[in-house]
């Protein structure tokens, strides 16, 4: 028997035992993201469906999934309650905040990759671990002082102190996957640093910055505690207008989940239509070359 017969007889005695392998294992992998997926998505579906019902209903377990569903919890939403301002003031705050964080975070953060600043990029990221509400009072302070506590010029500022570290951040690794002989290149034929930047950087980071703008927007959307204590009536975002629906005595639920499904709709919208911009933004300045 030949060599090439051997291991064509050798394969043909692995191969149903390998296909039964792969086949349990494609199984198990998908029973393991079926019983995932249920986990985290029950309480957006429990959500959804409290939002059609009234209070009675909630607390009643055998009405889970079976009972007559009703809009008037959204009708309050948009009517009673005033939604539409709370969703244009979260578009505002977080729509503003994020330009504003990228028009400075952008810049420094090439200039942190090009001039090899690691240590400055380290002290920016320490805003992410310091709790903001260490930050709250003296703000209020400054902010009170200076007429501002109820605009939305404190909130945007406020938001940026999430966004603007979160961009400087991944913009950095972006910058630094680049290659440094396009700079040399680019300035041989003329181009100050800051030209270099412009014209041949800034083009080729735009992965980098929509997946900077998409995490800070999301960030700024969910922002509950600067907004609690910084914003007024007219200037309240959606994180904080759900306190409306509870009182000291009791919890409107029907109308909590209407506003929290309202809330989270368009966040969870804008979430998957841009995830894979996320996932390559990321990954294209995981690698340096």
């Known amino acids: 028997m030949t060599l090439t017969q051997q291991q064509s007889k050798m394969g043909r005695g692995r191969g149903p035992r390998t296909s039964r392998s792969a086949k349990t294992y494609r199984v198990i992998r998908f029973t393991l993201l079926i019983i995932i997926a ?9 959500m959804v469906l409290a939002s059609l019902k009234n209070n009675v209903q909630i607390s009643d377990v055998s009405k889970t999934f079976i009972f007559d569903p009703t809009l ?3 009708e309050r939403v948009f009517e009673t309650n005033n939604y539409a301002l709370f969703i244009r003031n979260s578009i505002i705050v977080a729509v503003a905040s994020t330009a504003a964080s990228l028009v400075v975070g952008v810049p420094a953060a090439w200039s942190i990759a090009r001039f ?12 992410r671990v310091v709790p903001a509400i260490l930050l ?3 703000w209020y302070y400054l902010f009170s002082r200076a007429g501002m506590v109820g605009t939305f010029w404190v909130l945007i ?3 940026m102190f999430v966004g603007l570290p979160l961009v400087t951040w991944i913009m950095t690794g972006f910058f630094r996957s680049l290659p440094q002989e396009l700079d ?3 300035q041989v034929d003329g181009l100050t640093e800051f030209g270099c930047f412009l014209r041949i950087s800034l083009p080729l ?3 980098g910055i929509a997946t900077a703008a998409i995490l800070a927007v999301i960030f700024s959307w969910n922002n509950f505690l600067f907004s609690l204590v910084l914003a ?4 309240m975002t959606l994180p904080v207008a759900l306190y409306q629906f509870m009182a000291y005595a009791s919890i409107d639920w029907g109308g909590l989940m209407a506003a929290a499904a309202v809330m989270s709709a368009p966040i969870v919208v804008f979430s998957l239509f841009t995830q894979r911009y996320v996932v390559g933004g990321l990954t294209a300045g995981a690698t340096k070359g």
């Open 232 to 235: 007024d009536s007219s200037t």
């Open 136 to 138: 709250l009072v003296p």
């Open 205 to 207: 980071s735009v992965p």
């Open 72 to 74: 008037q919890n959204y």
């Open 38 to 46: 249920l986990v985290f998505l029950f309480p957006y579906v429990w």
């Open 116 to 127: 090899s600043m690691g240590k400055l990029n380290g002290v920016i990221l320490l805003a």
């Open 184 to 186: 040399e290149a680019g």
């Open 157 to 159: 500022a406020s938001h």
